[in-house]
């Protein structure tokens, strides 16, 4: 597998948070801001190239009967060794995001990625499956983010000191001044709301690529039957 | 047979390796992540009392539990403020827990003579938009409580409107700001009867709850 459709498939064909609706428990309950959603979003990311890196580079002694159990060991090991460092380093968010950190164990979409792919791959390829994994597990909590947060409070990346300091206060964008607040959006109802329409909307463009796609290849096909006629 | 030592084995080297990093973490982190802990409660006692003190709040604390007055089963931390030996408040952190969903976690500061300080909450997972009028950045509700006491308003008018007292309740939640008051008041009496105990009482610096 090429590294192009590896990508592809984590970002697009495979979304984790869109697709394969892996971890959304993560997904729905920590989207209601974009601060939020980048947090957890890295964090997963992190974790997941680290356990399909260890993973890959222990995948030949880990015998079929032990794998699942090593997988378990070492995913839980990463994702505390990233805890104890949120906790250092960016405490404030790790507050917020609180017991959704340690949880990230639980995300299906971990171990999937460790038994489908790091366990039968090469390091590097491993890595970059994760990277790409992790990326559109981002993108997802980011768009689920971006949508609760302008529908319920009218602004984008509120509280942005959390993750980037003093810095942050100036990052947060106003979009509908004086929004009185649209709870149905930041309470759980709304999170699943929204990720339906993000699901739909992803169908719908994914469809109109493939239309696409089909088009072409047949314009193609029809050249090359009238280059064969003549 | 052999196979199964060769898969123990294996299973019991990611294991060593895992809690080896674990290990070595934790010992690089555990500094940091202390001093983390305590400027989050000192930044939040310093929003209660901001100076008038020269002892150190984090050190002259105790933790306490009392059925009567505080819920079930839980530790009350006491932050004793003194100046030059002499108390001057204590900032009690304890939960209220009728609210809407789940503890609320609270700091109210009370000074000597038995006027409140200030109250804070610190967590809660109350309703947004709704109950959590409670925070400080969300509304100014809960500075109500400064320079209020057991006669200030008298016992029965501790409560919210609806019940007849004399505190705000938020359009849509009432749950959350009787919590608040209900327990606060109880706070308030704890202090009344046991004020001796308090400022008197060994600190515990060995404590069993968060710094």
Not at chain 1, 149 to 178: K, N, V
Not at chain 1, 187 to 194: D, E, Q, S, V
Not at chain 2, 182 to 192: G, P, R, S
Request: charged share 20%; net charge neutral.
């Amino acid at each position: 597998m090429s590294y192009r459709q590896i990508i592809a498939d984590g970002i697009w064909q495979q979304n984790t948070g869109l697709v394969v609706l892996l971890g959304l428990c993560p997904l729905l309950a920590v989207s209601a801001t974009v601060i939020n959603a980048i947090g957890l979003g890295l964090a997963t990311t992190l974790t997941l190239v680290c356990s399909n890196l260890a993973v890959s580079l222990s995948r030949r002694f880990l015998r079929p009967e032990i794998r699942i159990p090593a997988f378990v060991l070492i995913i839980a090991s990463v994702v505390t060794v990233i805890q104890l460092l949120m906790q250092a380093w960016f405490h404030d968010l790790y507050r917020i995001l609180g017991i959704f950190i340690p949880l990230i164990v639980t995300n299906c979409a971990i171990i999937g990625r460790a038994e489908a792919f790091a366990s039968r791959n090469a390091a590097m390829p491993s890595a970059i499956d994760g990277l790409a994994t992790g990326l559109g597990f981002l993108l997802a909590l980011v768009a689920l983010g971006a949508f609760r947060e302008i529908a319920g409070y009218g602004t984008l990346l509120r509280q942005a000191s959390l993750m980037f300091g003093d810095w942050g206060e100036s990052m947060q964008l106003t979009l509908i001044p004086d929004h009185p607040g649209f709870l149905l959006a930041l309470l759980p109802p709304g999170a699943f709301i929204a990720l339906g329409l993000l699901i739909a909307g992803r169908n719908w463009l994914d469809a109109k690529l493939e239309g696409r796609r089909k088009q072409s290849v047949r314009q193609s096909n029809l050249t090359f039957d009238k280059a064969a006629a003549e | 047979m052999r196979n199964i030592l060769k898969s123990a084995a294996a299973l019991g080297f990611v294991a060593v390796i895992g809690t080896s990093l674990l290990t070595g973490v934790d010992a690089l982190t555990a500094d940091r992540i202390a001093a983390q802990e305590r400027r989050v409660i000192l930044e939040q006692l310093g929003q209660i009392i901001p100076r008038e003190y020269d002892n150190s709040l984090l050190e002259d604390r105790m933790v306490f539990s009392d059925e009567n007055h505080f819920p079930k089963g839980q530790l009350v931390t006491a932050y004793r403020a003194r100046l030059n030996n002499k108390p001057v408040a204590v900032v009690l952190k304890f939960n209220a827990v009728s609210g809407y969903n789940g503890k609320i976690a609270l700091l109210a500061g009370i000074n000597f003579d038995g006027t409140l300080r200030g109250v804070r909450v610190i967590s809660h997972k109350e309703t947004p938009g709704l109950g959590d009028a409670i925070e400080v950045e969300k509304s100014n509700w809960i500075n109500d409580f400064e320079g209020k006491s057991l006669k200030k308003p008298e016992s029965s008018l501790w409560a919210v409107k609806r019940d007849g007292g004399s505190f705000d309740q938020f359009t849509g939640a009432t749950i959350t700001p009787r919590a608040v008051v209900d327990a606060v008041k109880l706070a308030l009496e704890y202090f009344e009867t046991n004020r001796q105990f308090l400022f008197e009482a060994a600190a515990d610096s060995s404590g069993s709850s968060a710094p």
